[in-house]
């Protein structure tokens, strides 16, 4: 199953949704067992062409960071020669581990209004709390916290946040919830309008370019993030990554809270758990938006 083809069935979940992701691999390129092909799938949208060199096909440079492609080999020195490419390629090179938190907002109230006034419930305010003693008691030197700026996220990471004294907190538009591609098959419960998934495909596209990449040449040491953001966030994040090495397929019922981690190697590996870590919260503070 095609990389677009995985983000269409991801998209199916109800936007603001959250619960335990379960990865299962496809096989690539093979047809379907007892007749033809089913129906073309549509077109991707115009911000999905060239996301990926074709199936199957695993590409060093997905976050454009590969030290090859940052160098200009028409300025190369031909009399150093060697020598001289590897000292600029190294000096191109990420030396440390990026890990990532992709968390889910806590419960809010899903009959508000206008969105300012979709807060979270007293379960939700309970389940922040959890999560950010969780997240205190792996004992990690955490970096920054970035989160969406809507209402659910900015109030998730604020309490979070209490229990991460000194991590630097960011606000940003880019994470907030959306539609990033129309779901294949088609589903019943949910039918953004075209215009939609144009700009908000468009957005959360630019949300994993600007924050899902290998650790910066500068870096030196291994850092800790916590994003806080939305179920279809999420899902597109997570399954845009991981076809980096492999396509899957990702079916996803997300519940609040939870939490994503991986992490990025210097090399661009990227490597996220086959089941999704639930931080061990309580059966009942477990709930759907």
Known sequence: MAFRQALKLAACGLAGGSAAV???AVAVGKPRGGGDAGPRAPEPPGWAVGVRPGPGVWDPNWDRREP???IN???????SGEEELASRLDHCKAKATRHIFLIRHSQYHVDGSLEKDRTLTLLGREQAELTGLRLASLGLKFDKIVHSSMTRAVETAEIISKHLPGVHRVSTD???EGAPIEPDPPVSHW???AVQYYEDGAR???AFRNYIHRADAKQEEDSYEIFICHANVIRYIVCRENNSQLYVLLLTQLTSPGCD???ISPHGRVQFPVLRLMLALPPRLSSLH
């Open 68 to 70: 090859l492609s940052l």
């Open 261 to 263: 981690s991986g992490h």
């Open 73 to 79: 080999l028409r300025k190369r020195n031909l009399e």
């Open 22 to 24: 379960l990865f299962s």
């Open 191 to 193: 039918k953004p309008e």
């Open 204 to 206: 959360i596209e630019a």
């Open 174 to 176: 880019l994470l907030r």
